[in-house]
Structure formats: structure tokens, C-alpha cells
């Protein structure tokens, strides 16, 4: 079974800085690419950035460009977002979601973990 | 970006009744569409894809028709575990975006 776990959030002051991580198994994790996906304290899901499987096409958000990095590491079947320069609209629950093809496109998704929540607060 | 408007907001049904909640895209997504479900402290589930595809393991009760811009997705005959928020999502064109979502109460 496919399983993805979160880790990393947490309570963070405005323009502080967060790495998530997630743990992937159950699956090749090269052979995937790789998504977060966040939502707001009752809102709505908003994508955020995706990976390929071999990190060659990577993707953000507009509301977080320049200010995230999204990362993986297949040897340890591990994805990662650095955020930096947090703002209290960044607060969520940050989804680690897996993609269904080696390449990045838009697309639905199967696999979400259960999520890790950042809280910008000062 | 493709804006995707759910309707209504809310909305309020009684055990066994059917539900009708609607999606509708700002420009065509063709039948790129996909509905999750998600209850309280949980992840989203995929319960539709393909705009009318069930995925693996979803009841028959949850069917899923539309195409273009208009969709809609029907739960027959509700039980009380269908209580939850509704989003759809088109993933037609670049980046895929999300309705707003549209929370099932069970009267």
C-alpha cells in the first residue's frame, strides 16, 4: 500500500522559515512525481508545488515562488519543502500527495498522506 | 487559471434521500474532472475521476456526469458516513485547480 507521512510543521513566526518532510513507501519512488498541496483552517485545497521523479521539471505556485523549494531525495524515499519568509496566509495543513505519472502534469491524485500543520503566528 | 465555482455552499438532506451537488469550470475542462470527499481531520478521498469514473473501492451510490464546464456529482440514497466536504478539481490545463467545496449535512 502506498503511504505517505508528513512531518516538520509547526508553530512559526512571520518570516521565520519550516522544512517539511515526507516519508514515501509502498511504491518506486523515482517512478512518481511528487505534490504539496495545502488548505487554509476551513478553506479550500490549493496546490503549491510539484516534482518529477527525476527532479529535472519542478513547479510553484505563484503565491509561493521564491519563497519555497521543493526537493527529493530517492535513494531515501523522501520528499521535502524548505519555506522561508513565512506569512500568516501561509499557514494550512500542508498534504504530501503523490503523482500518478514520472513526469509533472496536471492531473488528479489518488495518494495523500494525512498532512502536517504549519501555523505562521506571531 | 481555470476558476471552478461548486454549488451550493451547503447543503442539508435526509438519510436515503439523493444528493445533487454541482461544479462548474470557467472555461472547458473537457472530462478532465475529479471529485474528492473529505470528512473532519482527514485527507482528501478521490472518489470520481475522469468526470465520471469511480475510483477503486467507492460505492455505486456516488456517480459523477458532466462535461465541458458543467458537472455534477449525485450520492442515491445517503448514509450518515456521507457527511462531508465535496471539491472537485480540473486538471485539464495547468495547474490544476479546486472548487471551493460544498459541505453535505445528513438532516
Known amino acids: ?122 | 487559471e481555470i476558476v471552478m465555482t461548486q454549488s451550493p455552499a451547503t447543503l442539508s438532506v435526509s438519510p436515503g434521500e439523493r444528493a445533487t451537488l454541482s461544479c462548474r469550470a470557467s472555461q472547458s475542462v473537457t472530462s478532465n474532472l475529479a471529485w474528492y470527499q473529505q470528512t473532519p481531520g482527514q485527507a482528501p478521498r478521490l472518489l470520481i475521476y475522469g468526470a465520471s469514473a469511480r475510483a477503486t473501492g467507492i460505492p455505486a451510490r456516488f456517480s459523477g456526469s458532466g462535461s465541458g464546464t458543467e458537472f455534477t456529482l449525485t450520492i442515491s440514497s445517503l448514509q450518515s458516513e456521507d457527511s462531508a466536504v465535496y471539491y472537485c478539481q480540473q486538471y485539464n490545463n495547468w495547474p490544476s485547480s479546486f472548487g471551493q467545496g460544498t459541505k453535505l449535512e445528513i438532516k
Open chain 1, 1 to 122: 500500500d502506498v503511504q505517505l507521512v508528513e512531518s516538520g510543521g509547526g508553530l512559526v513566526k512571520p518570516g521565520g522559515s519550516l522544512r517539511l518532510s515526507c516519508a514515501a513507501s509502498g511504491f518506486t519512488f523515482s517512478s512518481y512525481s511528487m505534490n504539496w498541496v495545502r488548505q487554509a483552517p476551513g478553506k479550500g485545497l490549493e496546490w503549491v508545488s510539484s516534482i518529477s521523479g527525476s527532479s529535472n521539471y519542478i513547479y510553484y505556485a505563484d503565491s509561493v515562488k521564491g519563497r519555497f523549494t521543493i526537493s527529493r531525495d530517492n535513494a531515501k524515499n523522501s520528499l521535502c519543502l524548505q519555506m522561508n519568509s513565512l506569512r500568516a496566509e501561509d499557514t494550512a495543513v500542508y498534504y504530501c500527495v503523490r503523482g500518478d505519472n514520472n513526469w509533472v502534469v496536471a492531473e488528479y491524485f489518488q495518494h495523500w498522506g494525512q498532512g502536517t500543520l504549519v501555523t505562521v503566528s506571531s
